[in-house]
């Protein structure tokens, strides 16, 4: 852990010795990295198989509060938050790129706190870092990450592969990054109010994990290919299961049928959501940010996806024109609706 | 042009239909381009190719500033300057994607006229637009480009290459580029301090265009190659010249003597600089945002070089121990210095 009370300005180092002293544990680990950081451009040799490319933005205010996000959680979430969308199509993630945009606000012990968590992503995943832009900014923290992963041609998961009586499947349990982030903004407000009340996170560490530092679903694609299912479509729930259920309609020109007592909650879910007044299905089908992977497959391989741990089938494809809609236990049917970032949009 | 009067908030489409629209004229019109905008990632086959990938970026009030930058052309730089750094690998750009933070400040059409100016430089440069990540923001606009491009394994040109006795060389033309961004700086404030006074642009367009619609120096590679010239190294002026010659020297362990009166420097370059008592060359050595490329080629390609419409030979590369400086024509020797942001982060 850096010495808090040391405090090292950026503008001591300069550009270029700040980029040297960042990446200078960058190591190029896999045989396809030919060149990583330090030229116009990092090189890469695939050697035969196809490339995916991934990038997500994310701002402070917007994306993330640093009030309450350790800045190493926040490294390592800005990096599997990448990788889970290169594994969403059923590739391995090989390559990152990181961009930074930095206020004076931020000091070089805050930035190696930052590359703590990175590297430690990349290290857990087997990914280099190879590249990115480091410049100076007004308005807080700005974390640009770009992915890259391969695949065999055949392996590769699109959503718009699946088929009508296609099994839904998703993998862990959905609802408990929102009901994290719902927890830490409470007790935000509560020592907003009173700064001598200590936040309340007792037993709550499951959903600030599910937060604060989510992981991605390599181990269930790793499980897949050894029992030799395919799916025929996936996707990685990052906006919430609804939104990307349709996504996975829309793309492959069909329905779906999902039980709403099939999806997976877990319990710190249900708990926190009752304790605050929020009902965790609504958590569970729009709060997003869970990282799981949604995914599809032939109805032949009900009994080897049954017998799978950290899965669960939520429901089936149906034809397009009878519409995307989840089931309730007294068999009512409710329409899925994508959210995305209308909220925060309309809220600003 | 969009019509100004009409403004599109965002929040009438919603996330998931403004990146539809933003990217329903996102042609995949490379053969390596397999799957474009709309999955998780998307999907690239290099074909045995080598690959680069480079990213940047772009925040308002540091990098850019919306009172005198045309929207359009600031989509066109924010993706030319990812070029350059890929045909500064001697790489052929293939691929891009876009992220964007805006804040509500941006209507669609704004959007729009952002959008005109990148897929005007992917028209141009050959390039398609496979994704990207569409964000709010509370901060004005962000923009991260990543850039990915393909070279045959014998075809790329490192930072590392450059020889002792190498020529250097330089294309177009220094310093331009920050002196239009000076004129702009001047004439703003002018503004501030009275809107009824007309800005004076007549006369200066080619350093305005230098900066506000930079091109990257793809026909200066074609040349080369037609010639048999494959460069020892190269690397391409975003920082000034001296930044970008100590990175060669750096990375190939060399020193290097460059010729103060061999600079090129355009007229209105001089005009400009000398009518603001600005030095001409510092502009053209520490200014920055040129996009030219400079780059070192055996000796033995002299007379070729030499007859090369669009390059000057500056100077040569030297033992390490020699250092690296700047010959002024009364043969005094000026270190060359790293600028960076360090300017940047101080005034912060």
Redesign the interface.
């Known amino acids: 852990m850096p010495n808090k009370l040391k405090r090292t300005e950026?503008?001591e180092l300069?550009?270029?010795r700040l980029i040297d002293h960042l990446t200078q544990n960058a190591k190029a680990t896999n045989d396809s990295t030919?060149?990583g950081v330090?030229?116009?451009?990092?090189?890469?040799?695939?050697a035969?198989k196809?490339?995916?490319?991934?990038?997500?933005?994310l701002?402070e205010?917007?994306?993330f509060d640093l009030t309450y996000f350790p800045i190493r959680h926040l490294g390592y979430k800005a990096v599997i938050v990448n990788l889970s969308?290169?594994y969403?199509?059923n590739?391995t993630p090989k390559?990152i790129?990181v961009?930074?945009?930095i206020?004076?606000r931020f000091c070089l012990e805050d930035l190696d706190e930052l590359y703590n968590g990175i590297y430690l992503a990349c290290e857990k995943y087997g990914v280099d870092l190879?590249?990115?832009?480091t410049?100076?900014?007004?308005?807080?923290l700005?974390i640009?990450v770009?992915?890259?992963?391969e695949a065999n041609?055949n392996e590769?998961c699109?959503?718009?592969g699946a088929k009508v009586n296609d099994l839904i499947c998703v993998t862990g349990n959905l609802g408990a990054a929102y009901m994290g982030l719902q927890l830490l903004e409470r007790e935000k407000k509560v020592f907003e109010g009173n700064p001598n009340v200590k936040p309340q996170f007792t037993g709550w560490d499951y959903i600030l994990e599910r937060f604060l530092k989510p992981e991605a679903r390599r181990p269930i694609l790793e499980k897949l290919r050894a029992l030799g299912i395919k799916p025929n479509a996936?996707?990685?729930i990052s906006d919430g299961l609804s939104?990307e259920a349709m996504h996975i309609c829309k793309?492959s020109k069909v329905g779906c049928r999902i039980y709403l007592e099939k999806l997976p909650i877990d319990q710190q879910t249900f708990k926190i959501a009752e304790e605050m007044g929020i009902d965790a299905i609504v958590a569970a089908l729009n709060g997003g940010e869970d990282y799981e992977l949604l995914f599809t497959v032939p109805i032949e391989q009900h009994d080897k996806v049954l017998g799978m741990e950290g899965v669960s089938i939520i429901g089936h494809i149906t034809a397009e024109n009878t519409g995307a809609f989840l089931i309730t236990p007294d068999d009512k049917e409710i329409q899925l609706k994508?959210q995305?970032?209308?909220a925060?949009?309309?809220k600003?």
Chains 1, 2 share one sequence.
């Open positions: 950026l503008h300069g550009e270029f030919i060149l330090g030229d116009d451009a990092a090189v890469i040799d695939p035969g196809r490339m995916v490319v991934t990038t997500d933005l701002l205010g917007v994306h969308d290169v969403a199509m590739a390559q790129t961009s930074l945009g206020s004076k190879v590249g990115g832009d410049s100076t900014s007004y308005t807080g700005t640009s770009t992915a890259i992963g041609e590769l699109y959503r718009s996936m996707i990685d939104s793309n994508a995305g970032w209308n925060i949009v309309e600003e």
